[in-house]
């Protein structure tokens, strides 16, 4: 078989990236600039700084990128870029030069859908993953629970109803004073905390009975430290932190096993930038070996934005015929499953 080598491009949050990706599984470069300390300052991503760093920063992570793994523009198959979900005015950075060196190197475009480059990342590592599997994507901007049917084929059983999983760490840290981005910050002091020091309530949903909802559970937090605000209670953070992330990783691990069991599915993996939650990681872990189940996760690094995963989801779509046109435009609302 003759290598398939794809450049590719994300720039749908904080992230600026780029990388080539040789058959959907080697990464022969990966390179990310992250926005993080510049957003710091505001407590939050700024989507107008972000477009604005974005268009800075693209081109020299795209040359980077090709010069770490030694190629050129010329040697690309294809070039791929995410197209949605995320900010508008910054996936449209990343859109725009992917059309723009496309066209100028007569290349084939891929766009990409963000979330499938999540579940994928799981194939850098984990070379013996293959649908039909279960798959869990945390991130900053969305809770899914999907069966991965086939490489390019999904089907949703929940998502949350409002906040993502992600977005509710980040509120519960900047509640708590610890910053932005607040899971990582949230992770840490956990390890310090009591998780069974506060109980919070588990969110009832009307909906699928896979779906997720953690705008209450926020709520909850913030009402626990305006009483003990107003009662003059000594707050110990690292325990309301640790029993917060309990809650989250509960309600994630309940129903990822609960769709393990209702679609008999023996195959899990876990994606997006809170899977790297190692509270998450191990809770997980846990209850898929009780049941005999194999779990799939990415190193941190990959479970982050990052273009390694587009490059991945990009070639199973580029194996599948999908060719976008160069009317391709950023979604930011794009749902899985539809082009
Ligand atoms: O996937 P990602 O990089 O961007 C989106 O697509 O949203 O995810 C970023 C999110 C942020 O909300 C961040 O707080 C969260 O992932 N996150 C974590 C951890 N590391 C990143 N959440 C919990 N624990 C972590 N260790
Ligand atoms: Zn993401």
């Known amino acids: 078989m003759n290598n398939v080598d794809i450049l590719a491009i994300e720039t749908s949050c904080d992230e600026t990236a780029a990388a080539v990706v040789r058959n959907g599984r080697e990464v022969l470069s990966n390179v990310i600039y992250t926005q993080i300390d510049m957003h710091t300052i505001y407590g939050g991503v700024v989507p107008e700084l972000a477009s604005r760093a974005h268009v800075e920063k ?10 770490d793994a030694g190629k050129t523009l010329d040697d690309m198959d294809a070039v791929a870029v995410t197209y949605g979900p995320g900010l508008v005015g910054a996936l449209l950075v990343g859109v725009a030069e992917a ?7 007569g290349k084939p475009l891929i766009g990409v ?8 990342a799981n194939y850098i590592e984990h070379p013996d993953l293959k649908p039909p599997y279960l798959g869990l994507v945390v991130s900053g901007g969305h809770t899914h629970l999907i069966i991965v049917e086939d490489w390019a084929k999904f089907r949703i059983l929940g998502r949350t109803v ?10 519960v840290a900047r509640a708590i004073g610890l910053g932005y981005p607040g899971g990582p910050k949230i992770d840490k002091v956990s390890k310090e905390g009591n998780s069974e020091a506060i109980v919070f309530p588990k969110a009832k949903v009307n909906g699928s009975e896979y779906d997720f909802s953690f705008s209450g559970l926020k709520s909850a937090v913030l009402n626990y430290l305006n009483h003990a605000q107003m009662t003059g209670e000594e707050v110990r953070k690292a325990d309301l932190a640790a029993s917060f992330q309990k809650a989250v990783v509960d309600v994630l691990c309940e129903h990822t096993m609960r769709a393990a069991k209702d679609f008999g599915m023996r195959e899990v993996a876990l994606a997006g930038g809170v899977a790297s939650n190692s509270a998450l990681r191990a809770a ?14 990415p190193s941190p690094g990959y479970c982050t934005d990052n273009a390694a ?8 779509e580029y194996q599948a015929g999908a060719r976008s046109g160069w009317d391709l435009n950023a979604v930011p609302n794009l749902r899985l499953g539809e082009r």
Not at 58 to 67: P, Y
Not at 113 to 120: D, L, S, T, V
């Open 162 to 171: 409002d906040d993502a999983a992600g977005e509710a760490f980040d509120k």
């Open 284 to 297: 997980l872990a846990r209850e898929c070996e009780r049941r005999g189940l194999h779990l799939s996760v």
């Open 99 to 105: 059309k723009a060196i496309a066209w100028a190197a």
């Open 58 to 67: 693209i081109n020299f992570v795209i040359r980077k990128a090709l010069d």
């Open 113 to 120: 859908h963000h979330i499938e480059g999540h579940i994928c």
């Open 309 to 316: 995963m587009i490059g991945v989801a990009a070639f199973h």
